[in-house]
């Protein structure tokens, strides 16, 4: 899709379909719709005046060969109060737009952006929305049609707008879209193709045009290491165990005083269970339990483009955990990379395993900052359901700034607490620590046992397990993985 900027007037757009937001406020009060509604000859009032179109956020009208107009067809969608408006909101009716285009094949789309965000934040939000929406999955379906896609986005204002604005804005969001897309495929991948090799080979060539330094850590390097941890959740699997770590090209020479930002995303390829083997019930979709990793080189993928000022590394423990005659058992007792022993009372909880020795790689390669991202308990959706993912840690400043971003990323996040109290719940009477509580407040104590690896290093951690999966798809979006947390993560450090 190509998406552009478009000075001028909608009146004279040429095109398939001109989308226009409506709000829910204006239904009742024409007044700011005068102009659309006289240009049309009455046919926008009309509309609203049958209620054959209310403004709820994504509900469509169209109308055909609209009065007044050189556009086909003229979309009407609406985006909710005016009140309730915040940022995210735009790029969510964006992505309306392109679907409903993309459902009539109209190829050819201009989206009218109303007075009420800057220029170019407002041509971020509507390309990473259209390109949000323009996806689609069934990667493996041999079908003679493609599915539609709409070639060309044009974004046009009522005011005069700066190209120079327009156009920055709109490089960013198809940078940040594309790479929330990228993370969504990778997600979406079943684990017989996306092994933890074929991960660190997509890593390699996506990062490699995108201006990342990919260095992957094999399982020999991993055994001099010690990361035990890591090695232990992989080894029921044929498949071996991978450290990606992504570095962003010319940021070699770090600025002292500034600290480094490590982003560590969970990379089980497919998570079984291992010996503690799950139910049968929604096994397939633990071929998503890299959605942490896939977020982590997405956002990576992202920000070597936009080159922020920070200094920021990326790593990916990625592994299969499956059971074998290899693997590891409950109650066996492991010494992490950080010299800590846990017991692995429930091999179901990995995710924190491989988390642990790579939060603890990253100290020492000079971390002073890290964010953690995992599709990490069931808990956390038992707690937040498909709407808020979980925020913890000990970095309260990058906490409230992830929480203040949210209005602009759309992806929600809701702070959890993390007293000592919860620490009890994780000892163990052979090892330093074990690596599963009781049922109670079970997101909260995997964030107590990844605390231990971050030490007093300040550390976020974001439990993605409720949102990194869309099972009914939404007006802007296809079912299927949602790349949640790329958007977060490039805003933090932009
Ligand atoms: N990958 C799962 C968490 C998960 C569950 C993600 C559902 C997405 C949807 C994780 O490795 C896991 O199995 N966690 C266990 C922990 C338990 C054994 C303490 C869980 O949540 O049941
Ligand atoms: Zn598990
Ligand atoms: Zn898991």
Redesign the pocket.
Known sequence: MRIEFQPGNYREVVCDLLAYPVFEDEASDLASLKSLDQITRGAVGSVIASREFKPELHLTCRICKPAGLKARNLLLVGAGKKSNFHPAKLREVAGTVVRNAKSRACKNVAFFCREILPASLACRLAAEGALYADYEPGLYKTRDNEPESVDTLRLLFERRVARGEAEEGIRRGIITGEATNHARTLSNEPSNILTPSQFAERAMTMGASAGLTVQVLERDELEKLGMNTLLAVGRGSEEPPKLIILRIRGQEKRRAGSPLFALVG?G?TF?S?GI?I?PPE?ME??K??M?GGAAVLGAMLALAQLRPRRHVIGLIPAVE?LPSGKAIKPGDVVRSYLGKTIEIV???????LILADAMAYARTLGAGCIVDI????????IALGHVNAGILGTDQKTIDRILKNCSVTGEKFWQLPLDDEYRKAIRSDIADLK???N?AA??I??AKFLQEFAEDTPWTHLDI??V??DSDGRPFACKGATGYGVRTLVHLLE
């Open positions: 969970k089980v998570d269970g503690s799950k929604k979709e633990m998503g339990d959605a955990n429930n091999t179901d909880a990995e995710g924190r995992a599709t990490l308990t069931g808990a956390i959706a690596n599963v509580g049922r079970g997101a104590t995997a397990a409720g990194d999966l």
